[in-house]
């Protein structure tokens, strides 16, 4: 999802769901994922501020709350419902910290599992920084990481310089407490291709700045930014390895598939596989509907919008990958594929042999 600098600041403040309509949006899809290979994104002009999105599919949260408790779930590291993942510690508590400019970073707890990064951080501000202002509606921070060799493996807008060509999408949350001089800040990573990121046992995130943003009005529809920013050098070690969680296949039950010719879970997503000509049919359809996944926990139901979808050739045939953002994992032996809010294929996990 490309955002144009006009329609940036006011997509950036909402929540936005990656959707999928059918008929005409979906064969719009349809045709630009199979340009995606030869096509290249142009850079906007937000030198300072936005310069990452030309180079990746972008989905933004941005959140202001108390902190607490609240700020930790809002912040997504309280989402993880699956037991296994609780208790074999899937989030890894950190706790590495490093002082510069008199300000304080802690790296809380990460996660890391070949598809998706997380990265938790508290940060700690003098109580007379400009990034405590009131008016500030966005924070963001430059990082990268490294490896053993000093070979840089992920570089979020460092030293104004790209390189997140193994990243779909990022998502940012942030809480700010103003009493307490006090910011949260989260992280999520995604890859590209299934498994695309770089596993590194004793990496170095470094980051580069901290700034927030200000909106200072429009004028015949354009928004004037202006940044504060405090550059400096943290540094925090990391482990970027992959814990002992295999994924899961799930295959749809007898009856009509849609298309669907099954799906895996991972710690952080759960992956539907839909046949070309699966897609192709529902681009027939006359009504315009989105994916969903549904898991129905006794009375309880949780729906989960598509996050990604994208082409996949493998074994000379095509075939789309839906990507849910879906934590639960292992939960469920049962899960609910849902097209048009209505059509539904029933998904079961398949027993490990």
């Known amino acids: 999802m490309c955002l144009s600098e006009k329609n940036l600041k ?5 929540e936005e769901e990656l959707s999928m ?47 607490g408790l609240a700020a930790v779930n809002l912040l997504r590291f309280g989402d993880f419902t699956s037991d296994n993942l609780k208790q074999n510690q899937f989030i890894s508590k950190t706790f590495a910290s490093d002082v510069d400019q008199n300000i304080q970073i802690q790296l809380q707890e990460h996660y890391f ?21 009131s008016d500030i509606e966005e924070y963001i921070l430059t990082f990268a990481i490294s490896n053993e060799e000093d070979q840089t493996i992920i570089n979020f807008n460092m030293d104004d310089i790209d390189v997140l060509d193994n990243i779909q999408s ?36 470094s980051i580069g700045s901290i700034k927030g943003i200000k909106n200072q009005g429009n004028t015949q529809g354009e928004n004037h930014l202006s940044v504060e920013e405090v550059k400096g050098d943290w540094k925090f070690p990391i482990d970027l390895t992959t814990k002992e969680f295999d994924p899961i296949k799930f295959l749809p039950l007898e009856g009509k598939t849609y298309g669907v010719n099954g799906a895996i879970a991972y710690p952080t997503s759960f992956i539907v596989n839909l046949s ?16 969903q996944l549904k898991v129905i926990n006794g009375e309880k139901k949780q729906t989960y919008e598509a996050k990604n ?34 059509e539904e294929v029933l998904l079961k996990s398949k027993p490990s042999v």
Do not use: W
């Open 10 to 14: 006011k997509t950036i403040m909402k």
């Open 21 to 67: 309509v059918v008929r005409n949006r979906l064969d719009e899809t349809y045709k630009n994922i199979l340009k995606e290979e030869t096509s290249k994104k142009t850079k906007p002009k937000l030198k300072y501020i936005y310069p990452l999105i030309a180079v990746f599919s972008c989905i933004i949260i941005i959140s202001m709350t108390p902190l």
């Open 113 to 133: 599992d070949n598809n998706a990064l997380g990265l938790h951080f508290s940060i700690k501000l003098p109580r007379d920084s400009n990034l405590l202002a």
């Open 170 to 205: 990022t998502s940012v949350d942030y809480a700010i407490d103003r009493e307490t001089n006090t910011l949260e800040m989260t992280y999520r990573l995604q890859a590209k291709e299934k498994g695309n990121l770089f596993e590194v046992e004793n990496a170095t995130l």
């Open 276 to 291: 070309k000509d699966g897609f192709e049919q529902l681009a027939e359809q006359q009504e315009n509907g989105t994916f």
């Open 309 to 342: 979808t994208k082409i996949n050739h493998q074994n000379n045939q095509d075939f789309f990958e839906i990507t849910f953002e879906y934590s639960g994992y292992d939960q469920f032996s049962e899960v609910i594929f849902v097209i048009n809010n209505k």
